[in-house]
């Protein structure tokens, strides 16, 4: 059984900074597309950032490139976001998800993942 476990979430400052984990048991991250999207109260989901399984490129939506990051530790079965600069509007549950379908980087902001994790709040308020 695949299990996806978002982590790291919680009450920051504007500006301030937070790193997502998503954790996955039953299913090797490595190698397979993982996505991180976001939905904000009264908002639909939203992809913010991927990695391709193609060739492990990653996508940003706009308003985060440039603040977010997106990295893998394979040996931890583990992908990451680190989030920097946060802003108010980024407020949201944020979701990791993958899939064992190919996805390339211009998919993979796409909602195309079979496996989702249940969710962590980040809350950026001053």
């Known amino acids: 059984q695949v299990q996806i476990v978002e982590s790291g979430g919680g009450l920051v400052q504007p500006g301030e900074s937070l790193r997502l984990s998503c954790v996955a048991s039953g299913f090797t991250l490595d190698g397979h597309a993982v996505g991180w999207f976001r939905q904000a109260p009264g908002k639909e989901r939203e992809g913010i950032s991927c990695?391709?399984?193609?060739?492990?490129?990653?996508n940003y939506l706009d308003s985060v490139k440039g603040r977010f990051t997106i990295s893998r530790d394979n040996a931890k079965n583990t992908v990451y976001l680190q989030m920097n600069n946060l802003k108010p509007e980024d407020t949201a549950v944020y979701y990791c998800?993958?899939?064992?379908?190919?996805?390339?980087?211009?998919?993979?902001?796409?909602?195309?993942?079979?496996?989702w994790g249940q969710g962590t709040q980040v809350t950026v308020s001053s």
């Open positions: 990695i391709s399984n193609y060739d492990d490129s990653a």
């Open positions: 998800a993958t899939t064992s379908d190919w996805l390339s980087r211009s998919f993979c902001l796409g909602n195309h993942y079979k496996y």
